[in-house]
């Protein structure tokens, strides 16, 4: 007996998960590639790599533009010179 009611869990389940695999095969009659989606992929990507770059730029730059602590040291302790 519970041979049978294994065997017809089986189909059922069989039955349900078909459906599923059918939209999945059908799933790329939805996703429209066209001639312009690989340079959107290309561009997309492009900003992922260079912004570390920028990044980097603008913190190195920034961190140039700061005056190097031994100057501050020596305007506050000589005040005649500016």
């Not at 290309?42 to 570390?52: E, K, N, R, S």
């Amino acid at each position: 007996m519970s041979s049978i009611w294994m065997r017809t869990a089986l189909i059922l389940i069989g039955l349900a998960v078909a459906p599923l695999a059918q939209a999945a095969v059908d799933s790329y009659r939805f996703a429209h590639v066209t001639i312009a989606t690989p340079w959107y992929i290309f561009i997309f990507l492009l900003m992922g790599v260079f912004a570390p770059f920028v990044l980097m730029v603008i913190l190195a730059w920034r961190n140039a533009m700061r005056k190097p602590t031994s100057e501050i040291t020596e305007e506050g302790q000589n005040p005649s010179h500016q």
